[in-house]
């Protein structure tokens, strides 16, 4: 497999010659036409037909040319009172002796204009070299403006060509975590090696596959390892790159994709971000119904059709939405199946994190296991991202190796931003944070459903959190119980409850808390049947599953009335019970939060500590 560049040889040096030679011919012929311009407009000068007589008579003529209604003069060069510079000029009169009386003065007649007609020279001069310059200009220009991807001159043409890999250095090694996709992709590069195999029983072979998941979780890396894995040519484009100003360009650049790839079979075509051109054309959707993308898209599906299956082409798509996507494209025969590359789990996160620390030193401190159930919900990109952190952070810190500690600081970085070093806090605020904070510990804590707490701080965070919680999961959960939703609601609410107790006033700090809060109800209302009222009927649907996992609501007017209302009822209901919890913990309150505010940062044992001391008095008095 060569990678053949052909279309642009020493691309770097033409342009800049051709654009001095062009200026140089355009001077050139510049000065040429206003010098003969000048010469011209001194050459003529008319003469009365006496006159011309008359220089015929005193011997200072030497030819005439006599053209149809006009004779043209050359004087001698010896003439005292003509120039013979200048072509004098007379009007035709009818004069029957006129060519016997100029042969008795010996001057020549000619029946053609002597060197009046333009010369090799003057036609090279005037007319082609213009009309070459101009040409020349042209293809500089065409030149110019097609600098990156091919050139307008090469607009049809597919880039694929430019990003045909031969070995992207990456392998399923360099992708932890999503082993069944995997699998399907290896399933895959077999029917490409062995069609016969498959053939001979009778199966029709797939054309191609959809990744799709995510942003971050090793969608583009896995298509990568594809290519290295395959052994077969890669052909790596990105949705967007076949969308053009032009309508029809990337209808000829998807034309132009797969007979380049028809000549390369077998081989993989991989589309990333397919959405770019695969967007449903139904208008409902924003941004639906672009000519240009529409063609495009037609043209993809009739590429797709028109392939035999068994000439090798797989066809790869990557996109995290699947669902904008249109249903064309989706159906058997084009992209037969689907691979989904969901975020990590625990397994895949430790597996992810094992990957990214292949060339970062760590001491024996480190615990992927602990790190892997404190970033629940992390990406693959995520967690490149920090072991990252933590390498740079270690370096800070002027350590060789890599410790457990900078791993959670840098989940921390990750999750909620840098520590905010110059965002002063002032006494009140601090003591609110503190009691906000510990509001939330204290009631995960108290609550056996909810998840133990591993640190509290109050050290402000650039990401706009002036404190937070953070809390590690036991084991990892991929249910959620009612009674677990609601203790995260009433957990979320306790920074709001402590607040009101201690102070007897409210802030602006649990705007978050409140959302979050809401979501949690109003999800457990609407998508997961856990309301009285509504019972298990649907009232929204998930937008777009894998980017914001927004949902819309999906019923009545009259009923989202109601939903609101019931939503606003459940949070009055769960605001009172942390408020109850605190009351009944007041003193390990008090006593945590003027730890916190003192400490700035409180780790989940030291706080398990406070609160157990606190309980055991209690417990004492009671007996
Ligand atoms: P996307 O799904 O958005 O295409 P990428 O494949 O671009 O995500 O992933 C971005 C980066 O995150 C990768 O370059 C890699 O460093 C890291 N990453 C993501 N998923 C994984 C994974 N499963 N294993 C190892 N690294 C991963
Ligand atoms: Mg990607
Ligand atoms: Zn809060």
Known sequence: MNTENNNKPNKGSFPKHLAILVLVLLAASLISNMAKGALKAKQEQEVSYDTFYKMVETGEVESVYIGDNRIDIYVKSGSKDYSPLITYYTVMAEDPLRTSNLLKYGVTTFQEKPDNSASVWEILLTVVLPAVMMVLLLVFMFKRMGGGS??????????????????????????????????????????????????????????????????????????????????????????????????????????????????????????????????????????????????????????????????????????????????????????????????????????????????????????????????????????????????????????????????????????????????ILSQEERKIVSYHEVGHALIAAVQKNSEPVQKITIVPRTMGALGYVMQVPEEEKYLNTKAELEAMIVVALGGRAAEELIFDSVTTGAANDIEKATEIARNMVTRFGMSDEFGLMALARTEDMYLTGRTVMDCSDETAGKIDRLVADMLIRYYEDAKKILNDNMEALHKIAAFLIEKETISGREFMEIYRSVNMEEKDEEA
Not at 202 to 225: I, Q, R
């Open 150 to 423: 091919g050139g307008i001159m090469g607009v049809g043409k597919s880039t694929a060509k430019m990003y045909m890999q031969k070995s992207t250095g990456v392998t399923f090694k360099d992708v932890a975590g999503c082993d069944e996709a995997k699998e399907s992709l290896v399933e895959l590069v077999d029917f490409l090696h062995n069609p016969k195999k498959y053939r001979e029983i009778g199966a029709k072979l797939p054309k191609g596959a959809l990744l799709v998941g995510p942003p971050g979780t090793g969608k583009t890396l896995l298509a990568k390892a594809i290519a290295g894995e395959a052994d077969v040519p890669f052909f790596s484009l990105s949705g967007s790159d076949f969308v053009e100003m032009f309508v029809g360009v990337g209808a000829s650049r998807v034309r132009d994709l797969f007979k380049q790839a028809g000549n390369m079979a077998p081989c993989i075509i991989f589309i990333d971000e397919i959405d770019a051109i695969g967007k449903s054309r139904d208008s409902r959707f924003p941004g639906g119904g672009n000519d240009e993308r529409e063609q495009t898209l037609n043209q993809l599906l009739s590429e797709m059709d028109g392939f035999d299956p068994g000439k090798g082409i797989m066809v790869l798509g990557a996109t995290n939405r699947p669902e904008i996507l249109d249903r064309a494209l989706l159906r058997p025969g084009r992209f037969d199946r689907r691979i989904v590359i969901d975020k990590p789990d625990l397994k895949g996160r430790v597996a992810i994190l094992k990957v990214h620390s292949k060339d970062v030193k760590l001491d024996e401190t480190v615990d992927f296991e602990e790190i892997g159930l404190a970033t629940s919900g992390a990406v693959g990109a995520d967690l490149a991202n920090m072991m990252n952190e933590a390498a740079i952070n270690a370096v800070k810190c002027g350590r060789t190796a890599v410790s457990q500690k900078d791993l959670f600081d840098a989940v921390e970085v990750v999750l909620v931003g840098k520590e905010k070093k110059d965002r």
